[in-house]
């Protein structure tokens, strides 16, 4: 793809060329700051989420009974396994009832899709479902769970989208499966693809605040787990292991032990899409904000997604993390929602959307 | 965690003025925060005004500030300080119909930050006379305080401060009714 250079701050508030269907992303006035974005995008008011939806949970590792469970938005019978199906993975410590995956499936729904909202080992209150922690490279889960319902229902056009740390199971998934059926395009926004950079970019000062929260939900998750699963997450082991006070600490004295990594390095490593995103082999977009405040994209990686031509790699300036609140009206507001439905949406219509 | 609850009214101590000219509305528009200059330079700040104006807080936000503390006023041993100020008012009367009522409010909130580990830190909420519009009555000033072995470090503290004592915020401001009962 190539670079465009954003000739005056007004009108180009992009890097890379935009795919065909994407409106060019204005911050929401006095929002042209990463952290703002992100923070006001938590906070920001969204319309109430109506729609039901059916619950199933799904075992993702016959080995130790983990399940996932799963939230299901299925079109009439009859018309089910034609509509493009959009499988939806939160970021890290989000749900599937998460805001933006409320969003953007509300947003799917409307257009005819088949929506399924996946939650993470653990996440959504299901920390009975596992004896396992969860983490970015469980990407196997994202694709039983893919194949689950494509045999259940008999789908015939897949859609992944992945937003933070779901974004790079999604992406990894694709990079590992190339253009296996059903999968037909993926969407990643914010994509935490280099895991390393992006955990120790969230233990710089300004980003405390993002890494509190994250490793406040994670302590009381492990606590959780050692309630459920005292044999495992033994509560003398844990106290020994002594204060996490970084997602690095966690990542190297909790998940590490437990997920059988040789340390953090080696988790961020083998976990990282980095390793697999030139094998993606279906249209994909990635979203990234050049001020998002703790994703950071090594220069390989960028050269990467740049090099294969199934990537439309969009690139801001702004739009800070998952957040990309535009100067836009009504819907279109939210703008990364309102870009990835228009970049799956000849997915919708067609078999293959080129 | 040191908190702590205080009551300031007459005598020419301070007045709330919840309407002042530079109020934002962050209720009605959170992604207004951004014209808030101090919580734009200190995101942590902006966090904290939409977590307290944000919908199940019962509470609205007037005024703020954020400043280095004076060398007198830090924690032993250390070397910097940051501290900052956020003036509330409850959402149902906007404002407390009776101090006792604020002062109520306050203590249940120092109660949830007791257990709270946050070394360095301290909480001070003020009950003031307050303004907002034609209603009279009471707010509060909630003052945060963090130190640490640099600017940096004291701003890493009082970022985590500002997301715990958000986390706390009680759910509902005592009816005025019932605090005259129990005083």
Redesign the interface.
Known sequence: MNIKIPENAESDHWITGLPAGLRPFVP????A?G??Q???A????RPAFLLESAAVTVEVDPSDGSRVLCHCHWQPEGIRPSRLTLLLVHGLEGSSGSRYIRAITARAWAAGCNVIRMNMRNCGGTEALTPTLYHSGLSGDVGVVLRHFTGLFGLQRVALVGYSMGGNLVLKLAGEWGGQHPLCAVAAVCPAIDLAPGADALHE??N??YE??FL?GLMARLRRKSELFPDIYRADELKEMGPVRSIRQFDEKILSRYWGFKGADDYYHRAAAARVVERIAVPTLILHAQDDPFIRLLPETRAKLLDNPCIDFVETLHGGHCAY?SRDKKDEIHWAEAGVMRYLQPFARTGNGR | MDAECDVEIGGGAPVIEALWPGFVDLRRSPERVGEIQEAAAFAPLAALLLTLNGETSPLWTSKCDRWEQEMEELEAGCQSGLACYVDLLPVQSAVFLRWEQAEAFCLQWVACLGPVSAPQCRVEFVVRQAFAGESEGFGITAYLAASGSDQSDAACALAALMAAFADVIPSAVPPATAVSKLQ
Do not use: D, K
């Open positions: 929401c006035r006095g929002l700051n952290h703002l992100t923070i006001v938590n906070y920001f008011p000062p300004a405390r605040p509190w929260r406040q609140l």
